[in-house]
């Protein structure tokens, strides 16, 4: 079962930050975050993950909080490409069965 | 994408009739999952592979049957079908199952039974 809480859908100018929260409380010290998005109907794709250190690539960053329970994805500046479904899943270390993707946050990115 | 793909990309068929899917991979990863993906369910994992030969089951299994018979492929097949099984099939290969490695996905197969 996803072990993570999304809001369903978010709105973003073009050109600013996009910042999409995640709520894991439950997650465990051995379990990473991990970002994909899906653009319409394509196959999802990977876009960062973490453990706790905040991570930063030419996609996005990942801001993850202290206690671990939330996290956050920043794209740092939208485009009407980035409208997608973003998932974020809490994976388990080593475990790759246990890859559950929940229902995602829809982000529209407006002009 | 680059490395994968499904076959067919559309598929209509009957009720009760059998349904084979093929995923193909180029990449040589070892891991290779089915999912499945329905409005308001997200992705469900189907089954799994983590070798030639070696599979398992995932979260909803039921009505569907794998095989792995060479690295590169993984077929999906549906017995006899249902309209339940009505879905987009998505496939997704790994190169391990370390936390560094992750899924890359296939451009899915869209199923409908009727």
């Known amino acids: ?111 | 994408d680059a490395g994968i793909t499904q076959s067919p990309r559309h598929k209509v068929t009957e009720t009760g009739t059998p349904v084979t899917l093929r995923c193909h991979q180029t990449e040589n990863h070892r891991y290779m999952y089915w999912y499945r993906q329905d409005p308001g369910h997200g992705l469900r994992l189907i089954h799994y592979s983590y070798g030639v030969k070696d599979t398992d089951k995932g979260e909803v299994s039921d009505g569907y049957s794998v095989s792995r018979s060479k690295t590169e492929d993984f077929l999906l097949t549906l017995e006899s079908a249902t309209s339940s099984q009505t879905s987009v099939y998505f496939c997704a290969i790994s190169e391990g199952t370390a936390v560094n490695y992750g899924y890359t996905f296939g451009s899915g197969t869209r199923l409908t039974v009727v």
């Open chain 1, 1 to 111: 079962d996803a072990k993570t809480t999304q809001p369903p859908s978010m709105d973003c100018a073009e050109g600013r930050a996009a910042n999409l929260p995640c709520n894991h409380s439950t997650i465990s010290g051995n379990e990473y975050v991990y970002w994909y998005r899906q653009i319409h109907s394509q196959g999802p794709q990977y876009i960062i993950h973490g453990l706790k250190n905040n991570e930063t690539n030419e996609m996005a960053s990942l801001i993850i909080t202290e206690d671990r329970k939330s996290s956050t994805l920043i794209l740092p500046h939208a485009t009407l490409r980035d409208t997608a479904v973003y998932y974020c899943i809490v994976r388990e270390q080593y475990n790759f069965n246990k890859f559950y993707f929940g229902s995602g946050t829809k982000l529209n990115v407006k002009p």
